[in-house]
């Protein structure tokens, strides 16, 4: 595979030229003729009845052009458990609670008809912790469900519980077992774009959201059962993004920003657009969802893990989106990561008075690996096996069928341990103490797609015009991730061009085929399967043309060279070595035989015969291929069983710090981030990816926390919110495990999310190696550190 | 508040613009003059996403009033670029894939762009210092701080941006 042109090369991307010079258009940007700005007003309370709204002085205020309380739109219910409406009427359940929204023709005047809003509330009590939530006679957050009926608890019907083997089989074959508590908590996924999205309504009511979703499809499909409920069935919805200033899982579901922006625009009729302020960012986006998981787990006198039994609890909030569904992803690590036998994974999810989570880069994956790695290393040290060991031990082999019945095909997992062993050094920084250490985790992510719906399939089509200039409709998004010029590689490879030559739109669902959406680390792996087999077609076709005009062409070559030179022979070609498209191939914008590549006379521009098969004389043609990837994957059955994705990530990082027990201050020395990447389509590209999210996991692990006391969020903005700056170095030390997936495009596997996923239970474990306390709740603060030392005795 | 006309220095163009008085630089530059490369992250002064240059200082466009920066020359990362060529740091950005969702970009570009002019051969610690006021969540700032020592002294091997071929 060494002699591919583009892919495995760092090409740049095509959309950086704009992004350094400000000409991007993010939504911030984008403005409608005669558009209006739209402003949201919050709950004042966490839980209360509304008594009385008071819309009269905002509407007197000039500029403004609708004022909408829940009082004034259908009572449509959206949401993953249709458990909210749009505007919130007679109850309001969290501090972001939607309570009125605003048009007016600036962001200053809707702001100020916001507080114009006279609102009367009357307090109810509320609840805060999910374990009080569960306890009878706790306040109700939901006093009915979607359809009405009481209810009576605030735990979620959903059914998250998992079980493979035998639970008590397991203990039986066990001669170590552990017990720890673990926990997560809120972290904001901090898109350096805020939120915000424009509504468009035309004169028949069909709507255009200019957007920056990472699943457009997803969003039409939410906002058309939504349309059903308020009486626009059957319009048509057009999902128009614009460059997307991060993503990290905020843009997965269709938020009540987007709802609202919609009901001002019907109201208005006119283009309504709702930008977030960092502020509602921290306050009205939901956030990464917390977990505390009970887990315990078992090994044998060799070391191989007999169970795994796992109990979580996730604070819910008031709402119901993606949060809720995070178990499902946590199942992955906890069913999957290592061979564990018997496996018990049960998640209850409780309704609070505290706000509602999506996703965040990884899914559950980081909260749930940051319980097993946490066992997985107190377990090591009860069964007196170094953790590295105990991994390498318990490691998935690729040929393994999990619990869970994933397929492990690829697997670089042992090469990964390797790396760290011998990139940290191991062997001798382990267990030295004195305030130094190292610790390590691993990971197992889908890498291949996820087939979290019924298709999993991402479309692509691609046209070629007279110049050979290549058209790619791309079904998916880009929100950073560089994806679509891994797409722009892939096609100049598979088509015979080159990078340049290619022209990608994607984010728009009038003109791009069906897709499943950017997420679960599936675009490069769907969208390039689905653009290697577009781009055969489309050679094909141009390949088809070629064998009708090739011999033409170089004829009238002769005949012209002749009428200059009457001397002039013309050679006695073999005509039949290009007489069959399978004979033929194109290389770098050159058409050629492929039995002879170097063929003096058989080597034409693919400009030159797409010119003459396109507008020449005879038949017209297009040269335009459409394909449809949808991979052999399983949707998980009742048990939760199944096998969702083609292929999966592996990697395993390891982290050296310093822990300054005075402050207890953690310093990361070193950070071994070894990725079993399948294949590195873009190197620079891969290693962005890894760079940004070992970062993000730092921040997990060491600083980053939204506070959230009894339902309010004490840290809105970059001041109070710890992430990461330039002044806090981490030397992130990449390595790129390449087995080749022999599903994945030109070997490749997905690698957006897995860099994140380790961090954090790399670095706990590290802060147990250099000071013999082990901090079980993130992240692992100064405070916490301090007073961990404290407990045992050290600090006084 | 009455509106009032100021005439700012914009990347060497003159631009007369009607602004009320508590008006931010960035305000005018973004909603007024669409110029909108600066972006708007945190509107407090924190992330540096709307970092521009006035006099050759680098400063946050969402803290400063319109009206102060009459009689200034103001770069913006418009102006950063010379018509078609993009200058060294721009390049070097894109070679060294420091741009991931590029809302953190112009600022960062206008911050290191400061600092070259004052200090031509930074080292990572005065590149890091400098930059220390721009939040980016995409590339864990690695990347930055290569391309901007690469556009200040080009090296062959300096890092794997030279991995391509």
């Known amino acids: 595979m060494s002699d591919h042109l583009f892919v495995g090369k760092s090409v740049p991307r095509t959309i950086e030229a704009d992004k350094v010079t400000g000409r991007a258009i993010y939504i911030d940007d984008m403005k409608r003729p005669g558009m209006l700005y739209g402003k949201i007003l919050y709950s004042k309370y966490a839980h209360a009845k509304i008594k009385s709204i008071d819309t009269s002085k905002a509407e007197k205020l000039p500029g403004v052009r609708a004022v909408l309380t829940g009082y004034d739109i259908p009572d449509a219910r959206v949401g993953f458990l249709k458990d909210q409406t749009v505007l919130k009427k007679d109850v309001v359940r969290q501090f972001r609670d939607e309570v009125a929204a605003v048009a007016a023709i600036s962001p200053e005047i809707a702001e100020e008809a916001c507080r114009l809003i006279e609102v009367e509330y009357e307090q109810l009590p509320g609840v805060f912790d999910p374990f009080e939530a569960m306890k009878e006679g706790a306040p109700l957050v939901h006093e009915v469900d979607a359809r009405g009926r009481p209810t009576k608890s605030n735990i979620l019907p959903l059914p998250w519980k998992f079980n493979a083997g035998d639970i008590e089989q397991g203990r039986k074959d066990s001669a170590f077992t552990v017990k720890d508590t673990v926990s997560t908590t809120w972290v904001n996924q901090c898109c350096m774009g805020t939120s915000g999205c424009i509504a468009e309504f035309d004169q028949n009511n069909n709507l255009t959201l200019y957007n920056q979703t990472n699943v457009i499809f997803g969003h039409v499909g939410r906002i058309s059962e939504y349309f059903a409920q308020i009486g626009l069935k059957g319009k048509k919805i057009r999902i128009v993004n614009a460059i997307v200033g991060g993503s990290f899982g905020t843009k997965l579901d269709t938020d009540i920003y987007e709802f609202i922006s919609i009901q001002l625009a019907l109201k208005t009729r006119k283009p309504v657009k709702i930008l977030f302020t960092r502020e509602e960012e921290f306050k009205a986006l939901p956030p990464r969802q917390p977990a505390i998981f009970d887990i315990e787990q078992g090994c044998d006198k060799e070391g191989n893990l007999t169970f795994r039994k796992v109990e979580a609890v996730l604070d819910n909030g008031a709402y119901t989106s993606w949060g809720a569904t995070t178990p499902s992803v946590m199942l992955m690590p906890m069913s999957s990561l290592y061979r564990v036998p018997n496996v018990f994974f049960q998640a209850t999810c409780v309704y609070t008075n505290n706000i509602y989570c999506q996703a965040m880069r990884g899914y559950g994956n980081p909260q749930a690996t940051f319980a097993v790695e946490t066992s997985m290393d107190t377990l090591a040290e009860a069964a007196g096996i170094d953790p590295l060991e105990f991994r390498m031990i318990n490691r998935n082999h690729p040929g393994d069928e999990t619990p869970m019945r994933l397929k492990i095909t690829s697997c670089g997992f042992e090469e990964c341990i390797n790396a760290v062993k011998e990139k940290l050094n191991w062997s001798e920084k382990k267990g030295t103490k004195k305030g130094r250490g190292v610790g390590m985790a691993s990971l197992i992510h889908v890498a291949g797609g996820a087939r979290v719906t019924r298709s999993d399939g991402h479309g692509i089509m691609v046209k070629v015009n007279e110049f050979g200039q290549v058209d790619v409709i791309e079904s998916g998004t880009d929100q950073g991730q560089g994806s679509p010029t891994v797409i722009t590689q892939i096609v100049a490879e598979a088509l015979g061009v080159r990078p340049e030559d290619i022209s990608l739109t994607f984010g728009d669902t009038a003109l791009a085929l069906w897709d499943a959406g950017t997420h679960a680390s599936r675009h490069t792996f769907m969208a390039g399967n689905a653009a290697i087999m577009a781009c055969e077609k489309a050679k094909r076709q141009i390949l088809d043309m070629a064998v009708e005009h090739m011999p033409k062409i170089i004829k009238g070559g002769f005949k012209r060279k002749k009428r200059k030179d009457p001397d002039f022979v013309e050679p006695d070609l073999d005509y039949g070595l290009i007489a069959d498209p399978e004979d033929l191939d194109i290389r770098d914008r050159m058409i050629f035989a492929k039995k002879n590549p170097d063929h003096p006379h058989f080597r034409i521009p693919v400009s030159q015969i797409l010119r003459e098969g396109l507008l020449g004389s005879g038949e017209s043609k297009v040269v335009v291929a459409e394909e449809f990837y949808d991979p052999p994957t399983e949707m998980l059955d009742r048990e939760f069983k199944g096998n969702l994705s083609q292929t999966y990530a592996f990697g395993t990082s390891g982290v050296e710090v310093e822990v300054d027990e005075k402050t207890g201050e953690v310093k990361i020395v070193n950070l071994v981030a070894a990725h079993d990447v399948g294949k590195a389509m873009n190197p620079t590209l891969l290693l962005g990816q890894i760079y940004g999210a070992a970062y993000t996991g730092v921040g997990y692990g060491l600083t980053e926390e939204i506070k959230v006391v009894n339902g309010r969020v004490m840290n809105p903005g970059f001041r109070d919110y710890q992430m990461l700056t330039a002044m806090d170095v981490v030397p992130v030390e990449p390595v790129v495990v390449e087995p080749g997936d022999e599903d994945g495009p030109y070997g490749a596997k997905g690698v957006g999310e897995p860099g994140l996923v380790p961090t954090a239970p790399a670095i706990a474990n590290a802060v147990y190696d250099a000071i013999g306390v082990r901090i079980k709740d993130l992240p692992i603060t100064p405070e916490k550190v301090l007073a961990a030392l404290k407990e045992r005795g050290d600090v006084c | ?165």
Not at chain 2, 122 to 130: T, V, Y
């Open chain 2, 1 to 165: 508040m009455e509106k009032i006309e100021i005439t700012l220095n914009i990347n060497d163009n003159p631009y007369e613009v009607m602004i009320y008085p508590n008006d931010t630089l960035l305000d005018v530059l973004r909603d007024k003059l669409d110029l909108t490369g600066s972006k708007e992250s945190c509107g407090e002064g924190v992330c540096g996403s709307c970092t521009v240059h006035m006099d050759g200082k680098p400063v946050r466009a969402c803290l400063t009033l319109a009206m102060e920066a009459q009689g200034a020359k103001i770069k913006t990362v418009e102006g950063l670029a010379n018509v078609d060529e993009l200058s060294n740091l721009q390049q070097s950005f894109i070679d060294h894939g420091a741009v991931q969702c590029g809302f953190c970009t112009p600022g960062m570009l206008m911050s290191a762009d400061a600092l070259l002019r004052e200090n031509p051969n930074p080292d990572e610690k005065a590149i890091r210092k400098a930059l220390a006021g721009n939040i980016c969540r995409c590339t864990g700032y690695a990347k930055i701080v290569q391309a901007v020592a690469h556009a200040a002294q080009p090296q062959d091997d300096c890092c794997d941006c030279k991995s391509k071929e």
